[in-house]
């Protein structure tokens, strides 16, 4: 086996902490660190790498923001699970975008009730703020993992018989075809960075300043002009990933 200094050339140009960083980078790529593994630690690597322990500390720092390794204070530093990736070609709903993984996708109900809209809400449903919607907020979750805390909006007139039925651990779109006969067919969705409240990270578990994404989406049904539905949803920032494809 090839030793860990013979990797690192300190008569290149590269910057040695960034030759630090993707030698780690290409150990976790190629199976050597798996998820949940600990690392050598920084005096480990410094001392293997013959380099200032500084210079390692600015290697691992990068590829935590990167999310592919995370610190547990007193222990040391871990190889992170994978990102799960959701391309943003169709409409489908979380738990067929995890089943289709061979994920176990799940739902914890926060809270179900009937309210009167926001002006937000209002807005985006293109409805009068003092109408009626069923605000469902749920915690999904992957393989019994955290991923997002889910806020739906849906107009309370088309979907009365979902109030009060059990809402844990099953597909809201799936329930809306089978129980209100209905059946979404477009969707607009935007991304953006986010800051997480403390109780929103408390859910997620995950720290305060940990990264998010938020998204909203408001969907359609068939031959509807009006929204059916409005989502937002704060999605993990160090276990999810949105892939696009494009054509030229």
């Known amino acids: 086996m090839k030793e860990k200094k013979s990797v690192i050339d300190k008569n290149s140009v590269i910057p040695l902490y960034f030759q630090v960083k993707e ?19 920084e005096r480990e690597l410094a001392e ?22 995370y610190r547990q204070r007193g222990v040391g530093t871990f190889v992170s699970q994978p990102k799960i990736e959701q ?36 807005s985006r449903l293109q409805m009068d703020a003092d109408e009626e919607v069923l605000e469902l907020v749920r915690v999904r979750t992957a393989d019994g993992e955290p991923m997002a805390l889910e806020r739906s909006y849906l107009r309370y007139d088309q979907v009365k018989p979902l109030y009060g039925m059990d809402m844990e651990n099953v597909s809201l ?11 979404l067919v477009k969707a607009i969705q935007t991304i953006e960075v986010a800051s997480v409240y403390p109780d929103e990270a408390g859910i997620l578990e995950i ?26 949803s704060l999605y ?13």
Do not use: W
């Open 23 to 41: 030698y780690l980078r290409n150990e976790i790529a190629t199976g050597h660190y798996i998820p949940e593994q600990l690392i050598p630690s």
């Open 207 to 232: 720290g305060p300043h940990e990264p998010a994404m938020l998204i909203e989406r408001i969907t359609y049904t068939e031959g509807a002009d009006k929204p059916l539905e409005f989502v937002r």
């Open 87 to 122: 391309p943003l070609t169709s409409l489908t709903s979380f738990s067929k975008d995890m089943e289709n993984r061979g994920i176990v996708p799940g739902a914890l109900v926060v809270s179900m009730k009937v309210i009167p809209a926001t002006k937000q809400v209002a």
């Open 236 to 248: 993990r920032g160090d276990r999810y990933k949105f892939k696009i494809e494009m054509n030229l």
């Open 48 to 69: 293997e790498f013959e380099i200032n322990r500084l210079t390692v500390r600015q290697a691992i720092n990068e590829l935590v923001q990167e999310g592919l390794l």
């Open 173 to 183: 779109y799936q329930k809306l075809e089978e129980v209100c006969g209905i059946r």
